[in-house]
C-alpha cells in the first residue's frame, strides 16, 4: 500500500477522485490518454471536457439533482466549486462555460503536488496497485479487452437501450386497463389501447419526428432485439402492430375486444410510482418524445422521469462485479467510477469519482470502508447499480426513484421531496462525521 494510488482517464470522474486522493495527503498517478490518442468524441486534451451538454442539471432546491450536487459540496467536491465559478446564465440549472471549466480543472490539478500526470494509455491494470477505473464510455478497446479479462467478456456492454419512464400519478387511469397478456399470471402491465386511426396517427407523428443528430462516434450497429422504434416502424405500417404494440392476448375488460394496437407500461420499481414503456427505447429528441408519446391513449398529460436513449456507452455490469464501496468483488484494488461503473449523466460522474477517491485512499491507509447510506443520493446511486437485478441492468441518473421512500405517504409532491431530500442530508452528514470528510476543505 506504498504505492500512488492510479486514477485511469481524467474526465469527470477521475478528475474528481484524483483530487479527493491528493486532498487526503494520498499520491497519484493521473492517466489521460488525450491528446497523445485522442477520442472521436474529445476536441482538447484538457480534463474533464464537457463532450455533449454543458449543463450540470436543475438548481432548483429539493431535486434530484439538485439533492447530488448538494451532497457534493458538502464533501468537499473540485469540479462542484469550479463549476459554480465558471457558470453561466442558464435559468433554473447549472450551466457552464465548458472551455473554461475545462482548463481550470486542468490547471488546478496540474498544481497539485501530490498528483502525477501521465499523458498515456493505459492497457494493462496492476494486479498490487490500488486504481480508480475511470475511463467512461469511450474507453479504449485495448483497455475495454484487458478488464473483458478481469471480469469476463459477458459483464461488459457496448451500448445502451433505455425505455421512457413516466410518473405513475400521471398516467389517466380512465383510459387504460390492467392486463398481463393471454391473463397469464396477475394483471400486472397497463394497457393503453388503440384504435385504428389512433395507431395512424401516432405511426404518422413518430416517422416524422426528429431523431438525435448523430455523431460518427455514436453510431451503432443495432441489435434487433434493441431496435428503437422509429427504425421499427420504418420497415412497413404493421410492424409495430406485431412488435412492441402487439395486442394479441390482450383483450380490454371493459369492451371485450381486442385493441388494434396497444402500448404496455411495465411497474418500475416496488412502490409502483413509476412505469417504463415497454420495448419503447428510441432514438428521438426528448421534446419529440414528449409530444409523441403523449398521443398515447392515457399518457395525454404524462411526466416523463426519463426518456428513451439508444447511444454508445462501455459500462460494467455493475450488480454482478461491484460492492457498495465500487470495489470488483473479486479484486477489491481495483475501483470503478464514472460512466464506466453504470451511471449517467456529469453530475453522478463526478458523485462516484468523489466517491472513488475517498475510498482508494481509506484504502490505501488501512482504513475502514464505510459505504454512502442509503438514504442518500451519493447511497441511493450507488445502490442501484450494485444491488438491481443483474439481467435487466441499465445506467440510471439520479432521480427520486432511486431514493428510498418515506415511512410515511405524502400525497403532494414537492413536500414529498422536500422531506426525502432532508432526510438525506441528514444522513449523509453523519456519513462524512463518520468518515472524516469535515476535515477536508473545498477549495479556494
Same mark, same amino acid.
Given at each position: ?12 470522474? $477521475? ?7 491528493a486532498?487526503?495527503g494520498?499520491?497519484?498517478?493521473l ?7 485522442? #477520442? ?9 471536457? /464537457?463532450?455533449?451538454s454543458n ?6 432546491e ?61 492497457t494493462?491494470l *496492476? ?7 475511470? #475511463? $467512461?464510455? /469511450? ?13 469476463g ?15 405513475? *400519478? ?29 395507431? *395512424? ?9 426528429q431523431?438525435?443528430?448523430?455523431r ?6 443495432? =441489435? ?8 421499427i ?6 410492424? /409495430? ?28 420499481? /416496488? ?36 426518456? $428513451? ?15 457498495? #464501496? ?9 475501483? =470503478? ?25 481509506a484504502?490505501?491507509?488501512?482504513? *475502514? ?30 432521480? =427520486? ?7 410515511t ?14 432526510r438525506?442530508?441528514?444522513? =449523509? ?6 468518515? $472524516? ?8
Open positions: 500500500m506504498t504505492k500512488p494510488v492510479r486514477v485511469i482517464g481524467a474526465g469527470l470522474a $477521475g478528475s474528481e477522485a484524483a483530487w479527493q486522493c486532498r487526503r494520498v499520491p497519484v498517478e492517466f489521460e490518454m488525450r491528446p497523445v490518442r485522442p #477520442t472521436p468524441a474529445h476536441q482538447t486534451g484538457d480534463f474533464a471536457e /464537457l463532450v455533449c449543463s450540470l442539471k436543475s438548481d432548483s429539493n431535486t434530484a439533482p439538485w439533492l447530488l450536487k448538494e451532497e457534493m459540496r458538502r464533501a468537499g467536491s473540485l469540479l462542484m466549486e469550479i463549476a459554480r465559478e465558471c457558470a453561466v446564465p442558464a435559468g433554473h440549472a447549472l450551466a457552464v462555460d465548458r472551455t473554461t471549466f475545462a482548463a481550470k480543472v486542468t490547471e488546478v490539478l496540474s498544481r497539485q503536488p501530490r498528483i502525477t500526470i501521465r499523458r498515456e494509455e493505459v494493462r *496492476d494486479d498490487e496497485q490500488i486504481t480508480v477505473i475511470a #475511463t $467512461g464510455p /469511450l474507453t479504449s478497446d485495448a483497455l475495454s479487452q484487458e478488464i473483458q479479462r478481469l471480469s467478456a459477458e459483464h461488459l456492454s457496448f451500448y445502451d437501450s433505455i425505455s421512457p419512464i413516466v410518473e405513475a *400519478d400521471s398516467i389517466d387511469q380512465s383510459r387504460v386497463y390492467m392486463a398481463a397478456r393471454y391473463d397469464k399470471g396477475t394483471a400486472d402491465y397497463i394497457n393503453c389501447p388503440m384504435a385504428k386511426e389512433e395507431y *395512424d396517427a401516432f405511426l404518422d407523428a413518430l416517422l416524422a419526428a431523431s438525435v443528430e448523430e460518427d462516434w455514436e453510431k451503432l450497429n443495432y =441489435f434487433e432485439g434493441c431496435l428503437p422504434i422509429e427504425e416502424a420504418r420497415r412497413g405500417r404493421d410492424t /409495430l402492430r406485431f412488435g412492441p404494440m402487439k395486442p394479441v392476448g390482450l383483450k380490454d375488460p371493459r369492451t371485450g375486444r381486442t385493441p388494434y394496437a396497444v402500448v404496455q407500461l411495465r411497474q418500475e420499481n /416496488l412502490r409502483a410510482d413509476s412505469y417504463n414503456l415497454v420495448g419503447f427505447q428510441n432514438h428521438l429528441k426528448f421534446g419529440e418524445q414528449a409530444r409523441v408519446l403523449r398521443m398515447i391513449p392515457g399518457l395525454e398529460n404524462a411526466k416523463f422521469l426519463r426518456y $428513451g436513449q439508444i447511444h454508445r456507452n462501455t459500462y460494467i455490469n455493475a450488480p454482478t462485479l461491484l460492492q457498495p #464501496t465500487l470495489q470488483m468483488k473479486e479484486r477489491s484494488h481495483l475501483l =470503478f467510477a464514472g460512466q464506466i461503473c453504470g451511471v449517467e449523466g456529469y453530475v453522478e460522474s463526478i458523485a462516484t469519482g468523489l466517491m472513488g477517491g475517498i475510498f482508494a485512499a484504502l490505501r491507509a488501512g482504513s *475502514d470502508l464505510v459505504p454512502a447510506p442509503r438514504e442518500s443520493a451519493f447511497g441511493s446511486l450507488v445502490h442501484y447499480i450494485t444491488q438491481t437485478e443483474a439481467r435487466h441492468f441499465q445506467p440510471a441518473n439520479i432521480t =427520486f426513484d432511486l431514493l428510498p421512500a418515506l415511512e405517504r405524502v400525497r403532494d409532491r414537492q413536500e414529498r421531496h422536500r422531506q426525502q431530500c432532508g438525506a442530508l441528514l444522513a =449523509f452528514d453523519g456519513w462524512l462525521q463518520q468518515i $472524516g470528510v469535515s476535515e477536508v476543505r473545498p477549495p479556494v
